[in-house]
């Protein structure tokens, strides 16, 4: 089993680009999440998907969407990009609604210049 | 505001001595609390949950939970240079699903 996977690894985009990040896990969890993760300021939620077919903002959803494609992948969009998106993005996912264990893809470290 | 509080450190313990360290949340109905090891440049890995007061114990850690004062900490007994990364504390407060997580503390074990 991969677990969670992530793609790209690496990004840098221009300010006002438009890319989408890619997650996929293979352990049949039902629950799905983005987080970026900034110096000092620990992981905050971005969005996160409880089952296929939802979808609820987070702590600091601004700027993103996200769509749950099916029950293996999660992807998050940044429409337009800003400087103050840097970040490393983690995509994480969990058994099923009440299960709190996370596991964690390997991260997609983002720059916008 | 970050209702899941850490500190920052540097914590710098020898090896082999016990690093101890500690969470403090605000939410009296939390019932579910995380510890997780994050290496520099790698994604955050699960080390141990705990639901329940008191210990819990998994090899070489253990995480203590004490919900009346509302701080979870977890011990490194036989510190290893291996063990050197950063320590989030997450924690599902009042009972949410999602935990919300620390900032982390940077444990260094020295030779």
């Known amino acids: 089993n991969a677990g969670v996977t992530q793609t790209p690894k690496f990004q840098v985009l221009k300010t006002g680009q438009s890319m989408t990040l890619q997650c996929a896990q293979d352990m049949n969890h039902n629950s799905m999440y983005w987080y970026r993760q900034d110096p000092g300021m620990g992981l905050r939620l971005i969005y996160y998907?409880?089952?296929?077919?939802?979808?609820d903002k987070g702590e600091v959803p601004n700027g993103y969407n996200v769509s749950r494609l099916n029950k293996r992948e999660f992807s998050l969009r940044l429409e337009s990009a800003a400087p103050s998106q840097t970040s490393v993005y983690f995509c994480a996912s969990s058994e099923r609604t009440g299960v709190h264990e996370q596991y964690f893809g390997p991260g997609t470290r983002l720059t916008v210049t | 505001q970050k209702e899941v509080e850490q500190n920052s450190g540097p914590l710098s313990v020898p090896e082999g001595a016990i690093a101890s360290l500690n969470c403090t949340y605000s939410d009296r109905g939390s019932q579910s609390f995380f510890w997780y090891r994050q290496y520099s440049g790698k994604s955050p890995e699960l080390i141990m949950s705990?639901?329940?007061?008191g210990d819990k114990e998994d090899g070489r850690f253990t995480a203590q939970l004490n919900k009346a004062s509302q701080y979870v900490s977890l011990l490194i007994r036989d510190s290893q240079p291996s063990d050197s990364a950063t320590y989030l504390c997450a924690v599902s407060l009042g009972g949410s699903y999602i935990p919300t997580f620390g900032r982390g503390t940077s444990l260094i074990v020295h030779p």
């Open positions: 705990i639901y329940s007061n």
């Open positions: 998907s409880a089952s296929e077919g939802t979808t």
